[in-house]
């Protein structure tokens, strides 16, 4: 998959990040720069793409 690709991500992170974007493009941020700033607040939120429902879990440190 090459960089930038998106087709890893659920539907509602495409969304959450399309929101983002217009959000940070309202306060006067470049289209670009927005972009950019959505996909790096959706992968800090999620931990990236989709996931499978095993080996999941948080586990507490020891």
Do not use: C, F
Request: glycine residues 12%.
């Amino acid at each position: 998959m090459p960089r930038g690709d998106k087709s890893a991500y659920t539907d509602k992170q495409k969304r959450q990040a399309q929101h983002i974007e217009e959000s940070y493009e309202e306060r006067g941020l470049s289209e670009k720069e927005a972009e950019r700033r959505a996909w790096a607040t959706v992968n800090k939120e999620s931990g990236g793409g989709k996931k499978n429902g095993s080996g999941r879990k948080n586990h507490p440190k020891k």
